[in-house]
T-cell receptor, first 115, second 113 residues
């Protein structure tokens, strides 16, 4: 079975531009979460979606938005890019939200570089 | 920012040695998970712990959920070169605090030359 897939793999953008990152969860998984990982740190939670509804939001500005589609895939959008948005953006999927279905499986990430 | 304190920050391993790392928090977590991340890849789930005091093994890896629910440790026995990488602990709080994982800053495992 395919794991979590993300596209694109790498992306270079200029300050002020916007970017859309895409994620397809493991087949059968209904929840998708997004994390930002800056070099040398652990992942930081951005959003969680379950059944197309936002179920959690981390401490990120409104420039960050996301959505989940009926097929459970998800998009993360970032507007007005800043240099500090350069990071590895990780998508994770889980079966559901109850405690024992909560194990999150990560994709390979999208490396975003803002110049 | 990070709410979990991982130690050590980095360590060198020699093949065959046992390795220990731990993770502490000032607050209680309902679930602890341990991940390994190789360069250029996403974290891979190693072990999930659901109950205070629980001890769980996955091959040469053993992890425990501390009885205070504020800490966890991971042991790797008889290390091999492919154990090199970054190990992250992650905690999940009770559902009323939101469904997210909080990660530590990681423990970097390197090979002793």
């Amino acid at each position: 079975d395919a794991g979590v897939t993300q596209s694109p793999t790498h992306l270079i953008k200029t300050r002020g531009q916007h970017v859309t990152l895409r994620c397809s969860p493991i087949s059968g998984h209904k929840s998708v979460s997004w994390y930002q990982q800056v070099l040398g740190q652990g992942p930081q939670f951005i959003f969680q979606y379950y059944e197309k509804e936002e179920r959690g939001r981390g401490n990120f500005p409104d420039r960050f938005s996301a959505r989940q589609f009926p097929n459970y895939s998800s998009e993360l959008n970032v507007n007005a890019l800043l240099l500090g948005d350069s990071a590895l953006y990780l998508c994770a999927s889980s079966l559901a939200l109850d405690r024992f279905s909560y194990e999150q499986y990560f994709g390979p990430g999208t490396r975003l570089t803002v110049t | 920012g990070q709410q979990l304190n991982q130690s050590p920050q980095s360590m060198f391993i020699q093949e065959g040695e046992d390795v220990s790392m731990n993770c502490t928090s000032s607050s209680i977590f309902n679930t602890w998970l341990w991940y390994k991340q190789d360069p250029g890849e996403g974290p891979v789930l190693l072990i999930a712990l659901y109950k205070a005091g629980e001890l769980t093994s996955n091959g040469r890896l053993t992890a425990q959920f501390g009885i205070t629910r504020k800490d966890s440790f991971l042991n790797i026995s008889a290390s091999i070169p492919s154990d090199v990488g970054i190990y992250f602990c992650a905690g999940q709080k009770a559902p009323e605090y939101g469904n997210k994982l909080v990660f530590g800053a990681g423990t970097i495992l390197r090979v002793k030359s």
